[in-house]
């Protein structure tokens, strides 16, 4: 087994700069460190949490659909990040007063979750938990969700 600690970031990659560091700074995102956006080099951003975002850029393709989720196709690679927040009320209420659509809901076993895409259709989803450890993973019934 190999030892790993945490994850240690997220790389999201991006169009526009300046409007995803805005939507992630309104989230929460302070910038610590950025290279050259505009040569691929990450502007490192970090929430309160301790969650680390690399925004990564500048996406060459136009905008359109994010092909990872939005296809009927389904394309390997990583569809989304998932934040884990103390209250789904708190956030629907946060996201309201921003103007940030939920483009979808989840309900299981014991997680709730609401989505939101980033200005670039980056899906991000914000899950919330009774208790410490997440139910529907300690007994394994999140294997049996269709």
Same mark, same amino acid.
């Given at each position: ?9 997220? &790389? ?15 989230? &929460? ?5 950025? &290279? ?15 969650? %680390?975002?690399? %925004?990564? =850029? ?5 905008? =359109?659909?994010? %092909? ?8 390997? &690679? ?30 299981? =076993? ?12 980056? %899906? ?15 007994? =394994? ?6």
């Amino acid at each position: 087994m190999l030892n790993i600690l945490k994850i240690d970031h997220v &790389g999201i990659r991006v169009r526009d700069r300046n409007r995803a560091v805005a939507f992630y700074e309104l989230l &929460g995102f302070e910038i610590q460190a950025e &290279g050259v956006f505009a040569k691929g080099h990450p502007v490192i951003m970090q929430h309160a949490s301790g969650v %680390v975002i690399n %925004v990564l =850029g500048p996406a060459s393709e136009p905008d =359109g659909p994010n %092909v990872l989720m939005d296809v009927e196709a389904k394309h390997a &690679g990583y569809t989304h990040i998932a934040l884990r927040v103390e209250s789904l009320d708190d956030t629907r209420a946060f996201l309201s007063k921003h103007a940030i659509a939920i483009t979808g809901t989840m309900n299981f =076993g014991d997680l709730n979750a609401v989505f939101i895409r980033d200005p670039d259709r980056n %899906v991000i989803e914000f899950d919330e938990y009774p208790n410490d450890q997440p139910g529907t993973r300690a007994d =394994g019934s999140f294997a049996e969700h269709p």
